[in-house]
């Protein structure tokens, strides 16, 4: 009794706080978002405010049994959990239902869960429990390779079936093993993964190589400051290259742009290599390898969407690359989305009165594109209140990481702030046009209750260890 | 105590520059950035034009000359087509698949979400079967329209026609848009305005797919059409239909003014069309017929055509004299066979000798009328021809000649009547004289006259001295009385009392024996006329003939012109007898001679 109510004066009632008024500005745009006469009341069940309300009410369920567990419960099944969401996704691939071409949802009854969103409290309970393990060296090749595991093992999965959004959260995670003291090269080079990936399905891979050697050749000049060896480095490639251009162009041989490139390089890097040893610069191998890695990398992913993935599946990922899916051109939900934000001016159209959202003219408008509803609606007062509270929050889940005596809750504080933060920056800057269209929920404001459980669970777990923080002694 | 603590800045950091590109990004985007309010109220709104009823039209009795009737444009909106039966719906249409399809293309092509038009102008029958079974074809609707209806088919020329707004229409008056109906000639055009009504407009929000989903403000921007007001005119709709049948053979026109208001009672155009054959789908092949034919149906001759007046020109001559003193009624000239003078000659026909004013009128001597003419320039008063000939000018302007008369008529010409410059040009200052102009004397000439200004002469004779702006309006619904400019006499610079001697002698021309139209003679109402011959260098000469009827109290003044009909007394005489006729007692004394009319075969060529 003495301990209970020990735990409920040390809560972080702050994170609660913001936390519910979330929630409620979710309800209150959703109900706005999908506002129809005939179904005025907030609280009609066939609609979507209605169930949301649902919903709702749940997660609050769901965060009041999470602070009857005992904290110990989370460390001591952090793998078990793992596994057993692993497990999960495995199962939705084969026994899922396919909804818009997607194995992602579980149909029990007439609810639908989405295990991908709660694979990531477990990812990052796993994460947590790793990485706080005794003795870890956490730069070994070993640990680099469990963590990058643990991360992406679940995402790869989410990938296949397929549900890129979420999916790419997982890269969330990379946050969480830097504050720990991951490598920044992997840091690094996961970046240029991330940024390669999306590139190659985007942009032209001519474009991509041309943009990767201009970079390590950018690298290299800063690394030797040596403009002289730069430019000697930089004709090394570009002779070969600008030859068999002209020779192409002046059809002696048939030969397609990027093999130019690929050739070029080719010729070149005996050159370097030679010149390295000989010099005694490791530095250059380690340019050589992004080069030439991120070339393989590039050529696979495009290879792989072309020549593996089926058609629906390409047009998933297009659709969600925002390639495709307008009737109207490119960028058509994007500029419908930026029309409706826009629209709303420094004060919105009030409450109820914001034709864009309501009407279909954005998409999604109840789920990814929630955030609609509030530009057109409360205007540049509301966003700026909306976008203050998601700062606020996550500042404040930093504070509260820190002040954790145990390394296994501070980490797990890391992961919660790397998956708000992913959610809210993607979701946020593909509503105003600043990120491609990846479909990912804004946290506790879209509609749907799978990810505002699985967000709830996430954050109260949170909430649940930082309440009894002091019974650790340090 | 961890090593890697102070990564947590990095973190928060990114956090926070997050948060402010996006800030920095919504400030731009929501407040700077102004282009998308409107873009996102074009997107919801769907305006809604409400059509009023166009006004009716009325003859000067009561009897409706034009009104509505409704048809009905079928709509297509290709977003909202689903599946149906295409059997049953070429059924009902009476159009062949092949045909839907091409249209629904065509529709899709313009745009998916708006409606556009499929089939226009069905009739209320096809409507009425179509109606029932709408509900089986989603993506079609029914747009009510409202066509021109006439129902004696009579007085095109008056009336006028509607048509699709141009592109200049649009561009002068805002108030239009494509599609519109505008009235493109006569009544239709001249009193667009009060006819129109004001159209009403709905404002609805629209979603993504166009299907309407409330009303814009709660319908405070919303206005209701207003109808069109209805217009009295002062044609007489069985005096129009009686002209039009005399007319059936005949070139010309026939204008019938009521000398005491300027009202026009019948303007008749020959040839002319049935207003009705520009009225729904058959609109543009008739409209193609009409503007080749080489009759020129389109060409409205009552106001357009210029004519040289003839002989009915000698009452204007023969007042001006007297009102300048340069004759009296008592002044008698010789005539024999012609007028004789310096080595010209100008014919006459046999008729006593020598006349006094009123028996010069009543024969149409000629002679007489040039020395009258040679009078009025050799006026003393004048230090030259040329300036008499401005006095003269002047005097015949009053009369309506050579200017717009202002009628709400929007095409009638100004005809013409040269000034002394134009002599000066052809002959040089001072190098022409009576002679030189003497085929004015006659109304032959350079004179050119429209047939309502010649039936304006004859109200302005019947009123002795003065006339009313004619106009072709009386009443419009909702308004006191029509412009001022239709209820003020015009006086003419000659005064009534010398008007007396000119109708003496135009009763003589018509029922004293020896007077030169007896054809207009009509049973116990006394006619009085003049008839003209107007030379012309297209065939044979114009017959023409103004009357007013009775002498005492008119309440007719005609003119008629039959082009190529020779003498006055042929063809124009008669039918303006038989317009009178019809119009004051409603009966016809003389079978015979409308028989005659009809026929349209001269006595000496049958």
């Known amino acids: 009794m003495r301990r209970s109510i020990n735990i409920l004066n040390n809560t972080d009632w702050l994170t609660v706080g913001i936390y519910l008024v979330l929630v409620i500005l979710g309800w209150i745009n959703i109900y706005a978002a999908v506002f129809d006469e005939q179904h005025e009341s907030i609280l009609d069940l066939s609609q979507r405010y209605g169930k949301q309300l649902i919903w709702i009410i749940a997660a609050i369920v769901l965060a009041i049994a999470i602070f009857l567990i005992d904290t110990k419960f989370y460390s001591f099944f952090a793998y078990i959990i793992y596994a057993l969401s692993i497990l999960l996704l495995i199962g939705v691939l084969l026994l899922g239902e396919e909804i818009h071409g997607a194995r992602s949802w579980f149909q029990i009854g007439s609810l639908n869960l989405q295990p991908s969103e709660f694979t990531k409290i477990a990812t990052s309970l796993a994460l947590a429990k790793y990485l706080s393990s005794y003795n870890l060296k956490i730069k070994s090749f070993q640990a680099t390779a469990w963590i990058l595991a643990i991360i992406f093992s679940p995402a790869l999965l989410i990938a296949i079936q397929p549900d890129m959004g979420s999916s790419l959260v997982f890269i969330a995670f990379i946050i969480v093993a830097y504050r720990e003291g991951f490598s920044d090269v992997i840091l690094i080079l996961g970046v240029i993964m991330a940024v390669l990936f999306f590139l190659a399905l985007l942009l032209d891979k001519l474009i991509i190589f041309v943009v990767i050697i201009g970079l390590a050749l950018l690298v290299y000049w800063m690394l030797s400051r040596s403009p002289k060896k730069t430019f000697i480095a930089a004709v090394l490639i570009v002779v070969p290259a600008g030859l068999l251009y002209l020779l192409s162009r002046l059809e002696l041989i048939v030969i397609n742009s990027y093999y130019i490139i690929l050739l070029a390089v080719a010729v070149a890097l005996p050159f370097y290599l030679i010149f390295a040893y000989r010099k005694r610069i490791w530095n250059i191998y380690l340019i050589l390898l992004l080069v030439v890695g991120s070339a393989a990398f590039t050529f696979s992913v495009d290879y792989v969407f072309r020549n593996v993935l089926k058609e629906h599946q390409q047009h998933r990922v297009n659709i969600l690359l925002g390639l495709e899916s307008d009737p109207l051109g490119l960028g058509y939900n994007v500029n419908q989305s930026k029309i409706a934000i826009g629209s709303g001016g420094f004060a919105g159209k009030g409450f109820l009165q914001g034709t864009q959202t309501k009407f279909d003219f954005v998409p999604e408008q109840s789920t990814d594109f929630i955030f609609c509803t509030v530009g057109e609606e409360w205007g540049f007062l509301g966003t700026s209140i909306v976008i203050g509270l998601f700062l606020f929050l996550l500042i404040r889940l930093i504070k509260i990481a820190e002040r954790q005596r145990s390394d296994f809750s501070r980490i797990y504080g890391y992961g919660v702030v790397s998956i708000l933060f992913f959610h809210f920056a993607v979701n946020i800057g593909m509503t105003i046009g600043l990120l491609p269209v990846i479909g990912i929920p804004l946290p506790f404001f879209s509609y749907g209750g799978s990810s505002l459980w699985a967000f709830t669970i996430l954050l109260f777990i949170l909430v649940r260890l930082d309440a009894t923080r002091m019974e650790l002694l340090k | ?606």
């Not at chain 2, 409330?214 to 709709?237: C, F, L, P």
């Not at chain 2, 401005?390 to 008369?405: D, I, K, Q, T």
């Not at chain 2, 107007?534 to 309440?555: L, M, W």
């Open chain 2, 1 to 606: 105590m961890n090593p890697y603590a102070s990564r947590k800045y990095v973190i928060g950091g990114i956090i926070i520059l997050a948060g402010i590109i996006f800030l920095v990004r919504l400030f731009l985007i929501q407040v700077v950035e102004s282009s998308y309010k409107s873009t996102a109220e074009s997107n919801a709104r769907r305006i809604e034009i409400q059509y009023p009823a166009r006004g009716l039209i009325y003859d000067r009795k009561g009897e409706i000359l034009v009104y509505n009737e409704a048809a009905y444009d079928l709509m297509v909106t290709p977003g909202q087509l689903q599946a149906f039966d295409t059997v049953d719906f070429c059924r009902i249409l009476e159009i062949p698949r092949s045909e839907v399809i091409r249209k629904i293309e065509a529709a899709r092509d313009y745009s998916t979400f708006k409606p556009s038009i499929f089939l226009r102008q069905i009739s209320s029958i096809t409507y009425a079967v179509l109606q029932e079974k709408l509900y089986k074809f989603p993506g079609f609707f029914v747009q009510p329209r409202t066509l021109r209806k006439y129902p004696g088919d009579i007085a095109a020329h008056a009336l006028g026609f509607v048509g699709e707004v141009s592109e200049e229409d649009i561009e002068e008056n805002p108030y239009y848009q494509m599609g519109d109906y505008i009235g493109v000639t006569g009544i239709e055009l001249a009193y667009e305005e009060e006819l129109r009504g004001n159209k009403g407009r709905k404002i609805y929000l629209v979603d993504v797919h166009n299907r309407i989903k409330g009303s814009y403000q709660g319908g405070r921007s919303d206005r209701k059409a207003e109808v069109g007001r209805n217009v009295v005119s002062t044609i007489d709709a069985g005096l129009q239909e009686y002209g039009e049948k005399l007319m059936t053979k005949f070139s010309g026109s026939i204008v019938a003014i009521e000398p005491a208001t300027g009202e026009v009672l019948s303007l008749v155009t020959s040839p002319a069309y049935e207003p009705s054959l520009l009225v729904g789908r058959v609109r543009s092949e008739n409209f193609r017929q009409l503007s080749a034919d080489t009759l020129k149906p389109w060409f409205n001759r009552a106001l357009m055509a210029f004519y040289a007046p003839g002989s009915t020109f000698k009452t204007v001559n023969g007042v001006i004299a007297l009102q300048e003193g340069v004759i009296t009624t008592a002044s008698e000239y010789y005539c024999d066979l012609g007028f004789h003078m310096g080595g010209y000659s100008v014919a006459c026909h046999m008729h006593p000798s020598p006349l006094d004013f009123r028996g010069a009128v009543q024969h149409s001597c000629n002679a007489y009328f040039n020395y009258v003419y040679r009078a009025i320039l050799i006026d003393p008063k004048f230090e030259s021809t040329a300036e008499a000939y401005m006095n003269w000018r002047e005097h015949v302007l009053s009369f309506g000649f050579g200017h717009y008369l202002q009628s709400d008529f929007e095409n009638e010409l100004t005809g013409f009547v040269p000034d002394d410059q134009y002599y000066n040009n052809i002959y040089g200052e001072g190098h022409w004289n009576f002679l030189t102009v003497r085929s004015l004397s006659i109304g032959q000439g350079e004179l050119g006259i429209t047939p309502l200004q010649m039936a304006n002469l004859a109200a302005t004779l019947a009123n002795r001295g003065f006339y009313y702006t004619p106009h072709v309006v009386k009443e419009i619904e909702g308004q006191d009385q029509i412009d001022a400019r239709f209820l003020e006499r015009h006086y003419t610079s000659v005064d009534s009392i010398h008007f007396a001697a000119v109708a003496d002698g135009m009763e003589g021309a018509v029922n004293r024996s020896g007077g030169t139209s007896w054809r207009a003679r009509i049973a116990d109402i006394t006619v009085c006329g003049k008839t003209g011959t107007a030379e012309n260098p297209h065939g044979e000469d114009h017959s023409i003939f103004i009357a007013f009827a009775p002498k005492d109290k008119p309440r007719i003044a005609i003119s008629v012109y039959v082009e190529n009909g020779g003498f006055g007394n042929i063809w124009a005489a008669p039918i303006a007898g038989l317009m009178a006729e019809k119009y004051l007692t409603d009966t016809i004394s003389r079978p015979y001679m409308e028989e005659y009319v009809l026929r349209g075969v001269r006595l000496d060529q049958q």
